[in-house]
T-cell receptor, first 116, second 113 residues
Framework: GNSVTQMEGPVTLSEEAFLTINCTYT??????LFWYVQYPGEGLQLLLK?????DKGSNKGFEATYRKETTSFHLEKGSVQVSDSAVYFC???????????????FGAGTRLAVHP | NAGVTQTPKFQVLKTGQSMTLQCAQD?????MSWYRQDPGMGLRLIHY???????DQGEVPNGYNVSRSTTEDFPLRLLSAAPSQTSVYFC????????????FGNGTRLTVT
C-alpha cells in the first residue's frame, strides 16, 4: 500500500543553519503531498502542500518541491530559528472516503531542535 | 476562535476501565476523525465521520467506538482499556473542499496501567 518514509530524528541545528528533512513516498496514481508541523503541546497544523508534480509549496520560509521522478518531497529552510523547534510530519493523500474526502497517510515524524 | 477542542488533556486508566474522550469543533465541518500518535509510527486513523449519523472505521479501530449525533461533537469511547491503548489521541476536522487541511485539537495523553 501507499506509505511515507521520513528521515529519523532528532535533527539538531544551530540557529541560522540550513535545514533539510527528507521525505519519500510510495503511491499509485498522483497523490497530493503535505508537510504538517506540531509545536510542543499542540496538535498538528498544515505547513505547506503541493498537489501535482513539480509544484513547490512554501510557507514561513519553508519550501518543498513535489518530485515525481524521485518520489520525494523534502522540506527545506534556508535559516532556521529557535522557534522552528517542533516535530515535522510528511503526508500524502490517497484514495477516497465516502463523501468525497481523500485519505491522509502520515510519516513517522521528524523532531527538529534548534539551539541559539 | 476555539477550533477543535479536546478534553481531557491527560487521563490515567486502569486496565479494563472504560472512558470517553470528548471532541468538539465550531467550524461547521462535516468531516471529523480520531488519530492516535505513537513514537516512531506517526499518526494512525482510528475512526472517522463524514457527517452526523455517519461513521466508519480507519486503520486501527479495534477497542474503540464512535458516534456522531451532531455536526459539532465526535466522542471516542474506549470500551475496556488495555495498556496497548496508551497513546496520544488527536481529534481533527476539515471542510469539504478538495485537499482541505485537517484542523487538529491539542490532544489527549492517555496512560493505561
Amino acid at each position: 500500500g501507499n506509505s511515507v518514509t521520513q528521515m529519523e530524528g532528532p535533527v539538531t541545528l544551530s540557529e541560522e543553519a540550513f535545514l533539510t528533512i527528507n521525505c519519500t513516498y510510495t503511491a499509485t496514481g498522483y497523490p497530493s503531498l503535505f508537510w504538517y508541523v506540531q509545536y510542543p503541546g499542540e496538535g498538528l497544523q498544515l505547513l505547506l502542500k503541493a498537489t501535482k508534480a513539480d509544484d513547490k509549496g512554501s510557507n514561513k520560509g519553508f519550501e518543498a518541491t513535489y518530485r515525481k521522478e524521485t518520489t520525494s518531497f523534502h522540506l527545506e529552510k534556508g535559516s532556521v530559528q529557535v522557534s522552528d523547534s517542533a516535530v515535522y510530519f510528511c503526508a500524502l493523500s490517497e484514495g477516497w472516503f465516502s463523501g468525497g474526502y481523500n485519505k491522509l497517510i502520515f510519516g513517522a515524524g521528524t523532531r527538529l531542535a534548534v539551539h541559539p | 476562535n476555539a477550533g477543535v477542542t479536546q478534553t481531557p488533556k491527560f487521563q490515567v486508566l486502569k486496565t479494563g476501565q472504560s472512558m470517553t474522550l470528548q471532541c468538539a469543533q465550531d467550524m461547521n465541518h462535516e468531516y471529523m476523525s480520531w488519530y492516535r500518535q505513537d513514537p516512531g509510527m506517526g499518526l494512525r486513523l482510528i475512526h472517522y465521520s463524514v457527517g452526523a449519523g455517519i461513521t466508519d472505521q480507519g486503520e486501527v479501530p479495534n477497542g474503540y467506538n464512535v458516534s456522531r449525533s451532531t455536526t459539532e461533537d465526535f466522542p471516542l469511547r474506549l470500551l475496556s482499556a488495555a495498556p496497548s491503548q496508551t497513546s496520544v489521541y488527536f481529534c481533527a476536522s476539515r471542510d469539504s473542499s478538495y485537499n482541505s487541511p485537517l484542523h487538529f485539537g491539542n490532544g489527549t495523553r492517555l496512560t493505561v496501567t
